[in-house]
């Protein structure tokens, strides 16, 4: 399966009935992808499941084989986790575990982007992204602007001496 991630996240924001177009099917790869993933996980872990129910017959059948002086759960349960082999198969099965919650992101991001989309949209349709109108006197606006904020700075000063008094 060819996946792009970040190319796959990524909003063409001149292009969004191309980027809603794509959406569905980018959204079936990576949640195909993502069961895919969750197989190979729960294939490891039965995997370690056997090779742990493996060596905890072995240990309880040959317990010398292992220097194991008394036989106890909580010795044969140690002793498992030093062994190669539930080494291994357990390293595969954290692997699996993290590729995974990358793939469950990964459809979460989309799922994102799918609202971002929605919601880039609806900007569109609000006209959002139309051009600005600049007023004509720029100079006159800015000093309009001034004038207000220093009309609100005054009103606090006033405030403030009438509650010093």
Avoid at 94 to 115: F, G, H, P, W
Wanted: aromatic fraction near 6%.
């Amino acid at each position: 399966m060819d996946l792009n991630f970040e190319e796959d996240v990524r909003i063409d924001e001149l292009a969004l009935d191309v980027e809603w177009v794509q959406q569905p099917s980018l959204m079936a790869k990576y949640c195909s992808y993502a069961a895919e993933t969750k197989k190979m996980m729960d294939l490891a872990k039965e995997r370690v499941d056997v090779v742990t129910a493996t060596l905890d017959k072995d240990i309880r059948s040959n317990p010398e084989k292992y220097d194991l002086g008394k036989v106890t759960e909580s010795a044969i349960q140690n002793i498992i986790l030093l062994q190669p082999e539930y080494r291994e198969a357990n390293d595969a099965y954290i692997e699996a575990r993290y590729e995974n919650e990358m793939a469950q992101a990964a459809v979460r991001a989309l799922d994102q982007k799918k609202s971002a989309l929605e919601n880039l949209v609806k900007l569109l349709g609000l006209s959002y992204f139309a051009s600005p109108n600049a007023p004509h006197d720029l100079h006159e606006a800015i000093e309009n602007r001034r004038k207000g904020e220093q009309k609100i700075v005054d009103a606090k000063v006033k405030i403030r001496r009438r509650s010093e008094s």
